[in-house]
């Protein structure tokens, strides 16, 4: 028996080897397992990005975010007016970092991007237990 998460849905966005025209895979009542198995496959382009959500649909707020995959992942978290944290780690003093490199993308500056999967897993594993971001890391508006 899996313990309930406070997330209600969890959105997997997918790319075609084109870039272009993505879908959206939704589940919902996800498991960690789920969670964890859409993180563990972020590329950076065809799988850029997930969302995690506290509502039954994910509409930009009440959820967080992880875009990336194994060169560098940019976490955010809305509130439930749709005001957003940036994970940051102010020891990261390079310029923009390629998180996401199809469609639109995305290019953080490194200060906002870790390249930890296990911080990663923890700080979305706290969200998803909790319903609020991890206080043992920055976040920055």
Known sequence: MHQPLAIKALDIIVYPPSGWGYKTHTIHNPIWEQ???????????????????????????????????????????????????YYCDPSHTGGEVPVWTSDQGYYPMERHVTYNLELVLRLVRYYADRGEPDPSVEWEE
């Open 35 to 85: 969670v964890e198995e859409a993180i563990r496959d972020l590329d950076h382009f065809c799988r850029p990005f997930i969302f995690v959500g506290l509502r039954e649909k994910i509409a930009g707020e009440d959820c967080m975010t992880v875009m990336g995959g194994k060169n560098g992942y940019a976490i955010s978290v809305a509130d439930d007016k749709g005001g957003w944290l």
